[in-house]
């Protein structure tokens, strides 16, 4: 080796190693908790590409608009994207993310993009706004979904990942077992939802779901016609992901039904998720 090389050698070997760790963007409160716990352990880096507390309805024009740099810069340096673009076609991230980064990777949370594994089960195209992973099986296949392409695209953390995903679903196994055995001890489970994103809650825990028409407003016909239907359907909970207005409140209270107010939108969407089954078995066992 002459001297030049030797210096050249000598010089690299006294400079800090570099790594280059795979880098994961994500937008939506449920895939970024999803993948934050099967990512835990590994050095695969999970990042936010958009504010946390940005709604979903909201994230096209941000990434279209002031967001639009943020997002170039941090596609470039991403080798992964998790979005739900099989339920909600409206989804940002991955196309707008491939106009920085043309070898960037999609993982679809909901649906495979390669059919590898079966997606979550869903009612309709534009499934996002039903919040289906409310559903443990629906959660729990996301899991594996997300957990399956992260292992390809992390082959040396594979070990972990997968360490990770058996924990997460022997927990929902546990919460789904000790929900059913709960509710085996109740009478009736026969419940209405006055939100759009509980049916998948709902139809989860095996329930009996009352259909119920959501009005524009509630009027004194649509009061009306609420109470008579809680009454005729002996319904013994009301459902809903928000504080209804006191008029409401009020018709569900005189029909001797039950109001539980679920939160929908975690930051950790499985916490959520265990934390809203609870609340509406212990409603149920309490009714």
């Known amino acids: 080796m002459n001297l030049k090389r030797l210096t050249l050698a000598l010089a690299l070997a006294g400079l800090p190693s570099l790594s280059f760790a795979t880098q994961v963007l994500t937008t939506l409160p449920v895939t970024h908790s999803l993948a934050s716990a099967l990512l835990e352990g590994t050095k695969v880096q ?19 608009g002031r967001g639009g740099a943020s997002l170039h810069k941090a596609a ?7 979005g739900v673009r ?4 409206d ?11 043309i070898r960037i990777v999609e993982i679809d949370a909901a649906r495979p993009v390669d059919g590898a594994l079966p997606g979550i089960a ?11 992973w409310l559903n443990p099986t629906n959660f729990g296949r996301m899991a594996d979904v997300v957990a399956n392409d992260l292992e390809r695209l992390a082959p040396g953390d594979k070990t972990q990942i997968q360490g990770n995903l058996a924990g997460l679903k022997r ?16 009478d009736n489970l026969t419940v209405v939802s006055l939100s759009e994103r509980l049916g998948y809650l709902a139809s989860g825990l095996n329930l009996d779901m009352v259909e119920q028409p959501l009005p524009a407003e509630w009027d004194a016909t649509a009061l009306k016609a609420l109470g008579d239907n809680l009454k ?9 992901h928000r504080q209804p207005e006191a008029a409401v409140a009020e018709v569900i209270k005189a029909s001797g039904a039950k109001l539980v107010v679920v939160e929908s939108d975690p930051e ?4 959520g998720l265990k934390a809203s089954v609870d609340q509406v078995v212990a409603a149920l066992g309490e009714s």
Not at 76 to 82: F, L, R, S
Not at 232 to 240: N, P, T
């Open 46 to 64: 999970l990042k936010h590409a958009a504010p946390a507390n940005l709604p979903a309805s909201r994230q096209p024009s941000y990434f279209s």
């Open 76 to 82: 470039q340096q991403a080798d992964a994207v998790i």
């Open 86 to 89: 099989s339920i909600w076609r």
């Open 91 to 101: 989804d940002p991230l991955y196309p707008m993310a491939r106009r920085s980064n």
């Open 122 to 132: 869903v009612s309709g195209d534009e499934a996002y706004g039903a919040y289906p």
């Open 171 to 186: 927990q929902l196994l546990e919460l789904s077992a000790s929900s059913q055995t709960r509710l085996a001890k109740v």
């Open 232 to 240: 005729a359907q002996d319904v013994a909970l009301v459902l809903d």
């Open 268 to 271: 950790d969407a499985f916490a």
